[in-house]
Structure formats: C-alpha cells, structure tokens
C-alpha cells in the first residue's frame, strides 16, 4: 500500500502526538534509512546477502535510541549515517571533558546528559574521562618551559578540599611567567599546606628542573621564607607587591582616614613620575610616617619595623613599565577566574581535583588572552636574559 507524501505526513503527524512519538518516529525512519540502504549495496551483489542485525544506542532527543544495524554476510557494508554517530559520540565525550573542567562533577554530567540525550553516558563512563582529564591536565603542568622569563608573577589561592575525613582550607600558589616575546603563561600551580623557605626552593628547583634558568624579576607577596629562596635559587630582584601592602596599611586606621592613608602612600610611589626614584622615596616614607604615628600609636610601630625597601624595587625600572612590576595583579584577575570554576563544586575531594581544574582555567587563559604581548617591556632591557 503506496501513501502520498500529504498522507505520510498527516500518519506521521498523529504518531508524533502520541507520548514519545518523535523519539519512535526517529527509530523507525533511521532503521528504514539503513534497511534501504543495505538493500541498494546488495543488489548487485550475488555473492553476497543480509546476515539479521546488530543492536546499537545512540543519541536521541530526551531518550536514548535502540537501533538495529543491518548486517551483510561478508561483512562489507556499513550505513553511511553510522558516521554520524561517531561524531555524535566524539562531541560527547568533548562536552564531557568541557563540562568537568568548568566544576561540575560526573554525577552532575551524567544528569545533563541523561536530561538531553537519554541516559547515554553511565556515571563510570564519564568518571573514565575525568581521569583522563586529570592527566592531560598534569601533562599540560609539567610541560618544558623556556630558558629565561622577564618576569614571574607570585600568588595564592585559597581553597576547601578535603584530606582524609576532614576539609580545610589550603594555599595553591600560581607562578604566572612573562615570556621574551612578551607574552604570558602560567608556569606552575603547587599546592604546600604549610608556608617555608623550603617548601619555596622545592617549588624552583621544580621550574628550574622543567627548563627555566634565569629570571629578570620575581613580584610577590610578603611570603614566608620566599625572599632567601629567590636570592638562594635565581639571585634576581624581588618586588614585593604594594597593593597587598596598602591593604595592610589601611587596616590600621579609621574609615574616615583611609582615603586620606591611600593618597599620601600613593605619593610615596609615585609610580607614572619619571624623575621619583628610591631615594626621593625614601624620603617620603618618613615623611608618611611622621604624619601618621601622630595620630595612631600601633600604625606608627607597624611602619618602624616596615622594611621599604623591597617595596621600592619597581622605581630601578622604566616608568612605562613600573605598574605591570609593583603589584601581583595579574593573578589575581586569574584567580577570580579559577574562583568561579572552583566554586562550582564547592569543597574539593582531593588535591588532585584542585590542582586539574585551576590548571583548567590557567591552560585556558595562556591559550586565549595572554597569548596578546604586553608590549611596554620591551621598552626595560635590564630584564632580558643577556643581563642576568
């Protein structure tokens, strides 16, 4: 019995009313394609006949579709729309690997596939491509890194993760390197519970051991053991960051005088000034701790015992240059990043997940907009590699 075209689509049309019509449609009109098709590939072949079919699952629209493969004695043909469901499966795996590494776990990837696509990927088959993504993203962390770095950027992120039967919260430092093309990366992403001059040599010896030699800067923290580490392992100028010290300088004072605290610490630096240099300075310090030790006792005895100097490191260097060198900012836009992948899931299980999903977002970021060159360097010779 012929229909014609108007008639099928109205049958059809009603099937597809129906509770799951689309999805039964779709497993028919696919069946019928591959029955056909193999009917077409046999029919000049007298050797050879349909051998019954094989089952197979692929992805639906809200359920996973049953199909049968039609099969040929010889075994020699294969339906071209198989094709389709190997890039199907591919892309699948691709947003497996997507979705992981943006914070959600394999049990929440198993429910958006299961929402999407009917139940296509178990939970332990999605749990086969974290692990997967667990050593691409340690290859990635290990890679060969360059001979010499014009600057590296120094900080930490704070984070939940759980050891043994007990979560608590743990510094992952990130090493952001400025390259000689004037491009950046993230070089290093460690994780040491407990803060140590030790624990920092560990960490360059480890980027030496990958390939880095010599460093035109290192911009820190006030990190616990990290200055002898820098002299010990690299023997280049520190800079330790002012934001971090301004915020340390604002707490000691009133709201009301904060804004007045900023200021006066800002002509202290004097960053944009060509002429301003260390000894100006300085001079200038004092000034600014005269001022304010008259108002608050503790404030003037946290800047006697303040060390300046290795806050002043960025005025030996060309001024169209001096605010990229001052200040750890950079990591900490990328930390805000690896922050919201990270907050995603909360507390960690493991160090191990910590570590794959900031190196996510770090190998993410090298790839994309610190691929751009910050320029303005090249206009500082003193941190090329020819001068250390």
């Avoid at 696919?30 to 029955?35: E, P, T, W």
């Amino acid at each position: 019995m012929m229909f014609t075209k108007k008639q099928t689509e109205e049958v059809l049309s009603k099937f597809i009313s129906r509770e799951n019509g689309l999805h039964d449609v779709m497993e028919m009109v696919l069946n019928a394609m591959m029955y056909s098709e193999r009917e077409a590939f046999l029919s000049g072949a007298k050797s050879n006949k349909g051998n019954g079919y094989r089952p197979l699952s692929a992805l639906g629209h809200g359920h996973q579709l049953e199909l049968q493969v039609p099969r040929d004695r010889l075994s020699q043909f294969t339906p071209k729309i198989l094709a389709i469901f190997r890039e199907q499966e591919s892309y699948l795996k691709e947003v497996s690997f997507k979705l992981y590494s943006k914070g959600l776990t394999t049990r929440d990837i198993s429910s958006v596939m299961d929402t999407i696509y009917g139940g296509h990927y178990c939970k332990s088959k999605i749990s086969d491509i974290s692990t997967s993504f667990y050593d691409q993203m340690q290859a990635w962390r290990n890679r060969e890194l360059d001979s010499h770095y014009l600057a590296l950027y120094i900080d930490g992120l704070h984070v939940k993760l759980k050891r043994g039967n007990k979560y608590e919260t743990e510094c992952f430092y990130i090493i952001l390197g400025l390259r000689e093309d004037f491009k950046r990366e993230v070089i290093s992403i460690v994780n040491f519970p407990v803060e140590s001059a030790n624990s920092w040599e560990i960490i360059f010896d480890q980027i030496k051991a990958r390939g880095i030699e010599t460093v035109g800067i290192i911009i820190s923290d006030a990190l616990s053991g990290i200055d002898k580490s820098i002299a010990k392992k690299f023997s280049c100028p520190h800079q330790k960051c002012i934001l971090h010290l301004q915020r340390n300088l604002l707490s000691y004072v009133r709201m009301s005088d904060k804004k007045e605290v900023a200021n006066d610490f800002r002509e202290v630096l004097s960053a944009a000034d060509p002429h301003h240099n260390k000894a100006i300075a300085v001079s200038k310090f004092k000034e600014f701790k005269e001022k304010w030790r008259k108002k608050y006792r503790s404030f003037g005895q946290y800047l006697d015992n303040l060390d300046i100097y290795p806050y002043l490191t960025f005025l030996d260097y060309d001024v169209r240059i001096r605010r990229m060198l001052y200040t750890t900012n950079w990591i900490e836009r990328f930390n805000k990043s690896a922050r919201r992948t990270l907050k995603i899931r909360g507390a960690l299980p493991s160090e191990e997940a910590v570590l794959s999903l900031i190196t996510s977002v770090a190998k993410e970021q090298t790839e994309g907009h610190y691929s751009y060159p910050i320029y303005n360097f090249r206009y500082e010779e003193k941190l090329l590699a020819n001068k250390y």
